[in-house]
Nanobody
Framework: QVQLVESGGGLVQAGGSLTLSCAAS????????MGWFRQAPGKERELVAG????????YYADSVKGRFSISRDNAKNTVYLQMNSLKPEDTAVYYC????????????????????WGQGTQVTVSS
Protein backbone atom coordinates (compact mmCIF):
# COMPACT_ATOMS: atom_id res chain seq x y z
CA GLN A 1 0.00 0.00 0.00
CA VAL A 2 1.39 3.38 -1.02
CA GLN A 3 1.47 6.07 1.64
CA LEU A 4 2.25 9.74 1.15
CA VAL A 5 2.96 11.94 4.15
CA GLU A 6 3.28 15.70 3.79
CA SER A 7 5.05 18.00 6.22
CA GLY A 8 6.28 21.56 6.39
CA GLY A 9 3.09 23.56 6.37
CA GLY A 10 2.39 26.37 8.78
CA LEU A 11 1.65 30.05 9.26
CA VAL A 12 3.84 32.58 7.50
CA GLN A 13 3.65 36.27 6.72
CA ALA A 14 3.20 37.49 3.19
CA GLY A 15 6.51 37.53 1.38
CA GLY A 16 7.84 34.64 3.42
CA SER A 17 8.87 31.13 2.41
CA LEU A 18 8.01 27.58 3.26
CA THR A 19 9.23 24.22 2.03
CA LEU A 20 6.82 21.31 1.90
CA SER A 21 8.01 17.72 1.86
CA CYS A 22 6.17 14.58 0.84
CA ALA A 23 7.64 11.25 1.88
CA ALA A 24 6.45 8.20 -0.02
CA SER A 25 6.48 4.60 1.09
CA UNK A 26 5.13 1.29 -0.11
CA UNK A 27 5.70 1.68 -3.83
CA UNK A 28 8.29 2.24 -6.52
CA UNK A 29 8.57 5.98 -6.14
CA UNK A 30 10.86 6.66 -9.06
CA UNK A 31 8.46 5.08 -11.59
CA UNK A 32 5.84 7.79 -11.19
CA UNK A 33 5.32 11.45 -11.77
CA MET A 34 4.21 13.39 -8.70
CA GLY A 35 2.16 16.48 -8.13
CA TRP A 36 1.42 19.10 -5.50
CA PHE A 37 -2.20 20.22 -5.38
CA ARG A 38 -3.92 22.76 -3.19
CA GLN A 39 -7.48 23.40 -2.17
CA ALA A 40 -8.77 26.55 -0.57
CA PRO A 41 -12.20 26.73 1.10
CA GLY A 42 -14.95 26.87 -1.50
CA LYS A 43 -12.58 26.26 -4.37
CA GLU A 44 -11.71 23.25 -6.50
CA ARG A 45 -8.52 21.33 -5.97
CA GLU A 46 -5.86 22.54 -8.40
CA LEU A 47 -2.45 21.34 -9.45
CA VAL A 48 0.15 23.93 -8.52
CA ALA A 49 3.25 21.97 -9.53
CA GLY A 50 4.14 18.59 -10.99
CA UNK A 51 7.29 16.70 -11.79
CA UNK A 52 8.05 13.72 -14.00
CA UNK A 53 9.64 10.61 -12.56
CA UNK A 54 13.17 11.68 -13.44
CA UNK A 55 12.62 15.35 -12.66
CA UNK A 56 13.33 16.42 -16.23
CA UNK A 57 9.79 17.72 -16.82
CA UNK A 58 8.04 20.11 -14.48
CA TYR A 59 4.77 22.00 -14.56
CA TYR A 60 3.69 25.10 -12.67
CA ALA A 61 0.34 26.81 -12.50
CA ASP A 62 0.49 30.36 -13.79
CA SER A 63 -0.33 31.67 -10.33
CA VAL A 64 2.88 30.25 -8.84
CA LYS A 65 5.37 30.48 -11.70
CA GLY A 66 8.58 32.15 -10.62
CA ARG A 67 7.72 31.72 -6.92
CA PHE A 68 7.37 27.96 -6.37
CA SER A 69 9.83 25.21 -7.25
CA ILE A 70 9.19 21.48 -7.26
CA SER A 71 11.95 18.91 -6.93
CA ARG A 72 12.37 15.28 -5.98
CA ASP A 73 14.99 13.04 -4.45
CA ASN A 74 14.36 9.52 -5.69
CA ALA A 75 16.97 8.10 -3.33
CA LYS A 76 14.91 9.42 -0.41
CA ASN A 77 11.47 8.77 -1.96
CA THR A 78 10.61 12.40 -1.33
CA VAL A 79 9.18 15.25 -3.37
CA TYR A 80 9.53 18.88 -2.29
CA LEU A 81 7.75 22.14 -2.93
CA GLN A 82 9.77 25.27 -2.23
CA MET A 83 7.42 28.23 -1.90
CA ASN A 84 8.82 31.76 -1.95
CA SER A 85 7.22 35.20 -1.98
CA LEU A 86 4.07 33.75 -0.49
CA LYS A 87 0.82 35.64 -0.85
CA PRO A 88 -2.41 35.46 1.17
CA GLU A 89 -4.07 33.85 -1.85
CA ASP A 90 -1.68 30.90 -1.49
CA THR A 91 -3.52 29.96 1.70
CA ALA A 92 -4.87 26.43 1.26
CA VAL A 93 -4.45 22.81 2.22
CA TYR A 94 -1.62 21.40 0.14
CA TYR A 95 -1.62 17.76 -0.96
CA CYS A 96 0.94 15.65 -2.70
CA UNK A 97 -0.27 12.93 -5.02
CA UNK A 98 1.03 10.18 -7.28
CA UNK A 99 0.21 10.16 -10.99
CA UNK A 100 -1.12 6.70 -11.88
CA UNK A 101 0.04 6.95 -15.52
CA UNK A 102 2.62 4.29 -16.46
CA UNK A 103 6.16 5.43 -17.26
CA UNK A 104 5.82 8.69 -15.35
CA UNK A 105 7.18 10.77 -18.22
CA UNK A 106 4.50 13.45 -18.38
CA UNK A 107 2.86 15.72 -15.85
CA UNK A 108 -0.94 15.71 -15.83
CA UNK A 109 -3.10 18.43 -14.37
CA UNK A 110 -6.34 16.49 -13.81
CA UNK A 111 -6.83 15.26 -10.23
CA UNK A 112 -8.52 12.05 -11.42
CA UNK A 113 -5.23 10.90 -12.94
CA UNK A 114 -3.69 10.72 -9.46
CA UNK A 115 -4.31 7.57 -7.48
CA UNK A 116 -2.68 8.10 -4.10
CA TRP A 117 -2.95 11.24 -1.98
CA GLY A 118 -1.43 12.46 1.23
CA GLN A 119 -3.49 13.75 4.12
CA GLY A 120 -2.68 17.37 3.36
CA THR A 121 -0.82 20.10 5.18
CA GLN A 122 -2.24 23.55 5.92
CA VAL A 123 -0.45 26.62 4.61
CA THR A 124 -1.71 29.95 5.90
CA VAL A 125 -0.26 33.22 4.65
CA SER A 126 -1.14 36.31 6.65
CA SER A 127 -1.21 39.78 5.14
Amino acid sequence: QVQLVESGGGLVQAGGSLTLSCAASGGTFNNYAMGWFRQAPGKERELVAGISRSGVRTYYADSVKGRFSISRDNAKNTVYLQMNSLKPEDTAVYYCARDRTPAGLAVHTTPSVYDYWGQGTQVTVSS
